[in-house]
């Protein structure tokens, strides 16, 4: 484990663009992200002053734009909380344990690799042929949740965009019957950690082209990205689909996830229906 000093939380942040694109078309980009982030941490009421948050890091592009956003912003002093970025290795074959390890020490990141077996107990559970997503992602959550509260954070913070927000409803409607996304801000079940994700409404498409102008040092997930037929790439082609046919369509909908009217649904727990009667 690393826990480098606060000071080099500055260091670190201008070392991380010390080397991007200096280009027009760079600077806006990373202009919209930082204030699509500034913007989600301020009207989900995100930030504490002097909180200490574990900021979860795969290896994939997602997470280190977010450590990155995140980063610059308190170098900025606009984010008034200590960061502390967490991998956790789960013990798939092959995986290229220096990467993170090499890059977070470079620039100075304080930062936590934790190991924990999950693979094997994944591929022991689930049969070759179904989708081990679930599983995976709650044995990941577990784990970071106790590290989260061993290194004393009250957040853990996640990378999850748009497309994830989007493709999360999309299944829960199409497969659990159920109007249900995947909100920026919640609190896990023993209510004692937030789950924060300051790149709710942040387009993945966006995501990537940062993640290429910055060459992240990209880690793939071997386990769930080698099976084919997975319901979230459904939702990911469908809704890729749609946005060709329809373009802004995609913000239009996370749009109405903003905007419900319990009285237009049929959930009576939701909204009194009774009180109607005349």
């Not at 930082?34 to 979860?56: H, I």
């Not at 995976?136 to 913070?157: F, K, M, P, T």
């Not at 789950?195 to 910055?214: G, N, T």
């Amino acid at each position: 484990m690393n826990t480098a000093p606060d000071i080099a939380i500055d260091r670190a942040a201008q070392d991380l663009f010390a080397d991007a694109p200096s280009t027009t078309e760079f600077n806006k980009l990373r202009k919209r992200l930082t204030r699509q982030v500034q913007t989600t941490l301020n009207d989900f009421s995100m930030v504490k002053e002097g909180a200490r948050w574990l900021v979860g890091i795969s290896g994939g592009k997602d997470s280190y734009a977010l450590l990155s956003i995140l980063l610059d912003l308190k170098k900025r002093g606009e984010l008034p909380v200590d960061l502390l970025a967490c991998n956790l290795d789960q013990g798939q074959p092959n995986f290229p344990k220096h990467i993170l390890p090499q890059w977070l020490e470079k620039h100075g990141i304080a930062h936590r690799i934790e190991y924990r077996d999950t693979y094997s107990i994944v591929t022991d559970k689930i049969p070759e042929n179904k989708t081990y997503c679930a599983l995976c992602s709650r044995l990941r959550r577990g784990h970071l949740y106790r590290v989260a509260r061993e290194e004393r954070c009250s957040s853990l913070v996640l990378g999850h965009h748009r497309e994830d927000i989007l493709e999360t409803f999309f299944m829960n409607m199409f497969h659990g019957g159920r109007l249900e996304a995947m909100p920026p801000k919640l609190i896990n079940d023993e209510k004692d950690l937030t789950v924060l994700r300051p790149l709710s409404f942040s387009a993945e498409p966006d995501i990537e082209k940062f993640a290429q102008a910055m060459q992240f040092p990209i880690i793939p997930c071997d386990l769930c990205g080698s099976q084919d037929g997975l319901q979230r790439d459904s939702m990911k082609r469908f809704l890729a689909d749609l946005e060709k046919r329809a373009p802004g369509r995609k913000d239009t909908i996370l749009r109405a996830l903003s905007h419900v009217r319990p009285g237009h649904l049929l959930d009576r727990t939701l909204f009194d229906f009774t009180a109607l009667d005349n």
